[in-house]
């Protein structure tokens, strides 16, 4: 039977407004109904006190396990890495019991000399030179583990043919596209091309 927490007279956030005080139980990594429970394992005072769900970081990059050890003491429970390369780095930062899950994009997809592969050092992979490369670039990303493809759009940069592309292909593997878009032109242009989210 897995460990119990019930932590009373706590305010609950429940998304839209804070509840009454209230007692909240956790059986083992489960949130349960504390009235099904007669002795926890632990009891915690939250008089006073609020209970948050977890915070989701959506843009990070993440490099080590002290990131992950400092975005979980911040109630950070899930991060988004934007961009990671190589594959096995951020892989092996997965899966930590006790610190921040993270999900990646991998390597991002950009052009040889856009103004991010210069800047960033963009892997080999990422410099995709024209729209016939978006499947093979997908399917790399998917089976290194991505959990989405993030697109750069940049002028100079990808053409509105290859970020096109990499959403239909994305789409047809039923994986979401992120697009970092820095300006007027490459925001229209991610826009254009149906990336499902869209940064600056």
């Known amino acids: 039977m897995p460990s119990t927490t019930i932590i009373t007279n706590v305010r609950?956030?429940?998304?839209?407004?804070l509840t009454p005080p209230q007692d909240t139980l956790i059986s083992g990594t489960t949130i349960a109904d504390p009235s099904s429970l007669s002795a926890p394992d632990k009891t915690i005072d939250g008089t006073g006190l609020t209970l948050l769900p977890g915070l989701i970081d959506a843009h990070v990059h993440i490099s080590d396990h002290e990131e992950l050890r400092t975005l979980a003491t911040h109630g950070v429970t899930t991060a988004l890495d934007?961009?990671?390369?190589?594959?096995?780095?951020?892989?092996?930062?997965?899966n930590q019991r006790g610190l921040t899950d993270i999900?990646?994009?991998?390597?991002?997809?950009?052009?040889?000399?856009?103004?991010?592969?210069?800047?960033?050092?963009?892997?080999?992979?990422?410099?995709?030179?024209?729209?016939?490369?978006?499947?093979?670039?997908?399917?790399?990303?998917?089976?290194?583990?991505?959990?989405?493809i993030k697109l750069i759009a940049d002028v100079p940069g990808p053409s509105q043919e290859l970020l096109d592309a990499l959403v239909v292909a994305s789409e047809k593997r039923g994986i979401l596209t992120v697009a970092h878009a820095a300006g007027v032109v490459p925001y229209a242009m991610a826009q254009k091309s149906g990336a499902r989210m869209r940064s600056r």
Do not use: K
Not at 12 to 17: E, H, M
Not at 84 to 94: D, F, Y
Not at 110 to 126: A, D, F, K, Y
């Open 103 to 148: 999900r990646t994009a991998g390597a991002p997809a950009s052009t040889p000399n856009s103004t991010h592969t210069c800047l960033l050092h963009l892997p080999e992979c990422s410099q995709l030179t024209g729209a016939d490369m978006a499947e093979a670039f997908v399917e790399d990303r998917i089976r290194e583990g991505s959990d989405y």
């Open 82 to 94: 934007m961009a990671a390369w190589p594959a096995e780095r951020i892989n092996a930062l997965r």
């Open 12 to 17: 609950v956030f429940d998304g839209q407004a």
